[in-house]
Nanobody, 119 residues
Framework: QVQLVESGGGLVQAGGSLRLSCAAS????????MGWFRQTSGKEREFVAA????????AYAESVKGRFTISRDNTENTVYLQMNALKPEDTAVYYC????????????WGQGTQVTVSS
């Protein structure tokens, strides 16, 4: 497993931008698919975006396509989520997650970072 620490959350007005970072340690970072998920109170955690080691073909939830961009720096063991054109409905706790390339399950999770978008 890898250890994950998110940062970059905060309060922003609708239409604004934030960039989340997730620093990974513990294992070979490039062997892991990295993802971002989010959760609001009373709802299940939902997928936001994911990226493989080579950064080709990132995947996004329909709700964030065209507004969010996931990227990674394998030399810095860090994955990013650039969030633009933020909406109040993007308000959530955002979690970084990792799964080994051979596993279908995201088995490592960060502690989460709060993103609040005011209208």
């Amino acid at each position: 497993q890898v250890q994950l620490v998110e940062s970059g959350g905060g309060l922003v007005q609708a239409g604004g931008s934030l960039r989340l970072s997730c620093a990974a340690s513990g294992r070979t970072f490039s062997s892991y698919v990295m993802g971002w998920f989010r959760q609001t109170s009373g709802k299940e955690r939902e997928f936001v975006a994911a990226i493989n080691w080579s950064s080709n073909s990132p995947a996004y939830a329909e709700s964030v396509k065209g507004r969010f961009t996931i990227s990674r720096d394998n030399t810095e063991n860090t994955v990013y989520l650039q969030m633009n054109a933020l909406k109040p409905e993007d308000t959530a706790v955002y979690y970084c997650a990792a799964r080994h390339a051979t596993s279908p399950v995201f088995g490592s999770w960060g502690q989460g970072t709060q993103v609040t978008v005011s209208s």
